[in-house]
């Protein structure tokens, strides 16, 4: 009897054993399956919420419903293969320009690829934003006055809608004073413009922003300073007045002039300006500074952000994927995408802080490359990018695009011309 026992015993363990590795092998199967398949998981996200899609890897198509606007997509959310797969277009350029069905290639470690198509099931064609109104997205740069010299080819400036003219800062005790050749040069630009273009006189300046805390936060310096400089604005016929608000990051701590100086200096130059004079802010990137231009929206016209001057995560300036997730910062204070100009670099940036201008990269690129966004270390956005990123601004509904610095880039009809990469995707020149 207990010899009995004994090999049932027996028996019920190798059974046991035999029966947990099939279940094992079985799993492993079932793991190395999944795994082997390009793109294993999609969403697309709303505010918090995330909307799965349901893979079909036969037919490699990706379904998602519910969705019936596709202008609500805030962001999207995959897995792929491998750490070494890749996925083209990035999903987030998407963003802002949903159509009904999106294509998009997996790239495995062994340069195998699939496309996968990507559909909005419960799409309402109505509610699409796919053929927005370009007509009045506005293509603004800053051009430095310094930076001008008798060498410098001015064709840009006829493609541009409106000049943010820099140059003019108060001095280290807060007092308005012109630099010099500051006028010559002005009359140089304003000479080659015509009629329905606008010209900005911007004040302020991240070198020397120390000079603007020491005019904005004092109520007699401030008020000094915007007699003298609105004169100036209207004698000079100017078209309104922009003010370069910035950070001071070579104190610490930093100073961050106050918000309420911020509308102070605006209110009084807005007082002293004709009525249709335009008056505008540039302000950063921050949750703050999305605050900062909702405080102040109803004195001025729109507001640019410099969604530039700093590498990501990666290593990369300025990347899509970077400027709408900064982006989404205005519209977490129900900042109005039609009042905003987006800024986009002209120069390129390395981890060390160094900047490059873009025309000084050109000659060291292939022959013909627009896609190429990487120099010697330094990062900076390619004739493509600029495509990309104009395309997601006008779709996204944005008012424009504002370049910092004009001068900076190769002659308009060069072929890796920034500014006309921008000017062709806006006119729809191929």
């Given amino acids: 009897m207990i010899k009995k026992k004994l090999i049932f015993f027996i028996l019920g363990i190798v059974f046991l054993g035999i029966f947990e590795v099939s279940c094992s092998i ?45 202008n609500t997509i805030t962001s999207v959310d995959y897995t792929l293969m491998s750490a070494g797969t890749t996925i083209s277009p990035d999903p987030l350029t998407f963003v802002g320009n949903w159509k009904r069905e999106q294509i998009v290639t997996v790239t495995t470690e062994d340069n195998k690829q699939t ?5 909005l099931t419960k799409y309402d064609e109505s509610l699409s934003n796919e053929n927005p109104p ?11 006055a310094s930076w001008i010299t008798p060498e410098t080819d001015l064709e840009f400036i006829k ?14 005790d807060g007092s308005f004073i012109v630099p010099d050749d500051y006028i010559k040069t002005y009359e140089l630009v304003r000479s080659k413009m015509n009629k329905n273009q606008e010209i900005l006189l911007t004040v302020g300046s991240g ?12 109520p007699v310096k401030r008020e000094a300073y915007v007699k003298k400089l609105t004169v100036f604005a209207k004698e000079h016929d100017f078209d309104g007045i922009d003010i370069d608000w910035e950070t001071n990051w070579k104190v610490e701590p930093y100073q961050y002039v106050p918000t309420e100086n911020l509308k102070a200096l605006l209110k009084s130059i807005k007082e002293q300006m004709p009525d249709d004079a335009i008056l505008t802010t540039a302000l950063g990137r921050s949750r703050a500074s999305a605050q900062q ?53 002209f120069y390129g940036m390395r981890e060390d802080k160094k900047t490059i201008k873009y025309k000084n990269i050109v000659n060291n690129l292939p022959p013909g490359d627009t896609s ?55 006119n729809e020149i191929k």
């Avoid at 496309?115 to 559909?119: E, G, K, L, Q, T």
């Avoid at 493609?159 to 280290?172: N, T």
């Avoid at 330094?378 to 997601?392: G, L, P, Q, W």
């Fill in 372 to 426: 190429v966004s990487v120099y010697d270390g330094y990062s900076f956005n390619s004739v493509d990018d600029m495509h990309e990123k104009v395309r997601y601004l006008i779709n996204g509904g944005y008012k424009g695009v504002m370049i910092w610095e004009t001068t900076q880039d190769v002659p308009f009809s060069h072929p890796m011309s920034l500014l006309s990469a921008i000017y062709k995707e806006v």
């Fill in 26 to 70: 079985n799993n492993d199967d079932e793991q190395i399956t999944k795994k082997s398949y390009p793109l294993t998981s999609f969403s697309v996200i709303i505010g918090d919420s995330y909307y799965y899609g349901e893979i079909d890897q036969n037919n490699h198509k990706v379904e998602i419903g519910a969705i019936e606007d596709p």
């Fill in 207 to 218: 070198g020397d922003v120390a000079n603007m805390h020491e005019m904005g936060n004092d």
């Fill in 293 to 345: 231009a909702y405080d102040v929206r109803d004195i001025v016209d729109d507001v640019s952000v410099m969604l530039y001057g700093a590498l990501n995560n990666e290593g990369l300036h300025s990347p899509l994927y970077s400027v709408i997730e900064n982006l989404k910062n205005f519209s977490s204070v129900n900042y109005p995408n039609n009042e905003l100009l987006v800024g986009v670099p």
């Fill in 115 to 119: 496309a996968y198509s990507i559909v």
């Fill in 159 to 172: 493609y541009l809608d409106r000049i943010f003219f820099f140059g003019m800062v108060p001095d280290k």
């Fill in 134 to 144: 370009k007509e009045d997205f506005m293509i603004a740069g800053y051009v430095t």
